[in-house]
């Protein structure tokens, strides 16, 4: 959040040159960061780039007045706070301006103290409101952390709720999702809930070991099985015995791994390399794959026996962007995490790197969301989190969703049809609003019929 509201920056915009220097002025020795716009148009770019808390706009203005440059900014940042300069003669349009999102209107002339005052409030209401779904957040973590499983989605309930209801079991569990969506948090999650959580919770990584090694990793060798072998070494399942075996990345393994697998899931058993003697082991597999094994299965790439054996019962994690209520209570928990684990007192984040966090698609999941808050404590230089200490992927995609693609080869006809169309999508089919950002008149989009198709 702002160290303070004079950290706040405040777009004016007004088409009068004389009373837009003044109001900059007066903002400015305030101690307020302050940007202006003669008109509309030019105050969405600003406010597209730059971090800006409050606008400031007179109501009456030429080509975009300030009750249409309201429906706009509101379209491209909701949070943003705006206050209309109005005359007595519109008082009636600016009390529709705050039925519309406006936080309220100042009428002209006006005393510097009673504008000043007005924009506190505003950005006290802004920086208070962020305080108390931060707080929210913090307490539904309570009630919504399981281990190191957070969040507060309906996805995310119901794999906490099935994870209690199976631990207990002996069945072997398969868990599918995307890369980073915390697949051997679940797994944990389960262990630490069964009745083995004080027996070991082994865990190996298909994928990061050569195929020649895996097989020694996991079922270990007797001392001159191969060069280089001068001791026995137990595997992974004798570690695990009595405990739980996580196998990561499942599809991965080769078909004689697999057929190995295999004996152990069926007789519970098997030989270290090198070695005649037969092991028993009891040891409960927990397998995650971001592959479609059952897709695999048809494919002849993995066994349909083996591939039973293990999927007695199913997780399925969404990835992150399809559960985005979860990210408030992640970020909450990420930060806590590494303030501590770095000595330093970080107290929150603020309202625009929130919202970016928020729009970014996270093709990562939540080991992406994870290094991305560990990056901005780590760099911070205040006591919270603001924009400029996310990651530059970050920005760039919240930029790219302002850019329009044209495939190259299309004609002017279909530029132009695809330009107006998305336009109008963003301003929820608002032909006057829709004509006045492009800048043509609005009988040219009744005339070639879009957005009425």
Known sequence: MLKSLKDSTILVVDDEESIRDVLVKILTKEGYNTLSAAEGKAALNILREKDVNL??????????????????????????????????????????????????????????????????????K??????????????????????????????????????KQVAHSQANILIQGESGVGKEVIASLIHNLSPRKNKPFVKVCCAALPETLLESELFGYEAGAFTGAITQKQGRFELANEGTLFLDEIAEINPLLQVKLLRILQKGEFERLGGTKTIQCNVRILAATNANLAKKVEEKQFRE??????????????????????????????????????????????????????????????????????????????????????????????????????????????????????????TRGDKELTAKLLGIATSTIYRKKIGSE
């Open 126 to 163: 802004q920086t208070l409101n962020f305080q108390n779904e931060l707080e929210q957040a913090k307490l539904l973590e309570e009630f919504q952390k399981e281990g190191d499983v957070v969040g507060n989605s309906e996805a995310i309930r119901k794999i906490i709720s099935l994870a």
């Open 55 to 124: 606008i400031l706009t007179d109501l009456k203005m030429p080509a975009m007045d300030g009750l249409e440059l309201l429906t706009a900014c509101k379209m491209i940042k909701p949070t943003v706070e705006i206050i209309l300069i109005t005359a007595y003669a519109t008082v009636e349009k600016a009390v529709e301006a705050i039925k519309e999102g406006a936080y309220d209107f100042i009428v002209k002339p006006f005393k510097r103290k009673v504008l000043i005052d007005l924009i506190s409030q505003a950005l006290e």
């Open 305 to 426: 026996d083996l591939f039973y054996r293990l999927n007695v019962i199913s997780f399925t994690i969404p990835p992150l962007r399809d559960r985005k209520e979860d990210i408030p209570l992640l970020v909450s928990h990420f930060i806590e995490h590494y303030s501590k684990k770095n000595n330093k007192e970080i107290r929150g984040i603020s309202r625009d790197a929130m919202e970016f966090l928020m729009n970014y698609s996270w093709p990562g999941n939540v080991r992406e969301l994870e290094n991305a808050i560990e990056r901005a404590v780590v760099l911070t230089r205040d006591n919270s989190i603001s924009l400029k200490d996310l990651p530059e992927t970050i920005h760039k995609e919240k930029m790219d969703e302002d850019k329009l693609t044209i495939p190259l080869g299309a004609t002017l006809k279909e530029i132009e049809k695809k330009v107006i169309t998305e336009t109008l999508r963003r």
